[in-house]
């Protein structure tokens, strides 16, 4: 069970959050617009990332900063 799998990225910590983004090889793909919220497929990038979500196979899905998109998301968790 990994109910708790989840990253939150406080909107002040924009600097920790590229060095995590970059010690996870995902740096790149955001600031080359390559990834995409996981509930509104809205792009993601530095500014409007809000939760790193690790997957297996050392991928991550992304949920943006839109409040509906963390709801659905909190909702959708565990299923
Ligand atoms: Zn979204």
Wanted: with cysteine.
């Amino acid at each position: 069970m990994n109910m708790g799998n989840k990253t939150k990225i406080p909107a002040v910590y924009k600097e920790d959050l590229q060095i995590f983004l970059q010690s996870i090889n995902e740096l790149e793909c955001i600031k080359k617009r390559d990834r995409i919220c996981m509930v509104c497929l809205k792009t993601i990038s530095i500014e409007n990332i809000q939760l790193i979500i690790p997957r297996q196979n050392q991928t991550f899905d992304f949920v943006c900063d839109n409040i509906v998109c963390v709801e659905e998301y909190n909702h959708k968790k565990g299923v």
